[in-house]
């Protein structure tokens, strides 16, 4: 089964940026929605930032707008979330998300089959 392998969380301070990857353990493998999404302990998963293969539909939480970018390469493979301007609330386990439909809202669980094992994020004040 296709896995997604996420990178480039860490530990940075406040304002500071980090850009975050996922990519499907096979090359080949295109999805129709990839979505990043995040957890901290004791509340639910949010979706973070969105996008849809091949069209300009690019979603994001209200939190981060402005400050954060979903990004895809040419090959629609792999996608990035970029952050720029973090803030200790944006701190958490950050998760890579993929569909085979491009439709529905965006931010909710039930809509992906596939995910990555998380990828941790600390912003410090």
């Known amino acids: 089964q296709v896995r997604l392998v996420e990178s480039g969380g860490g530990s940075v301070q406040a304002g500071g940026s980090l850009r975050l990857s996922c990519t499907p353990s096979?090359?080949?493998?295109?999805?129709?929605?990839m979505t990043w999404f995040r957890q901290v302990p004791g509340k639910e998963r949010e979706g973070v930032a969105s996008l849809v293969w091949r069209l300009v539909d690019k979603k994001y939480a209200d939190s981060v707008k402005g400050r954060f970018t979903i990004s895809q390469d040419n090959a629609g493979n792999t996608v990035y979330l970029r952050m720029n301007s973090l803030k200790p609330e944006d701190s958490g386990m950050y998760y890579c998300a993929a569909g085979t439909r491009s439709g529905g809202a965006w931010n909710l669980e039930t809509a992906y089959s596939f995910w990555g094992q998380g990828t941790q994020v600390t912003v410090s004040s």
């Open positions: 096979e090359a080949t493998y295109r999805f129709e929605r």
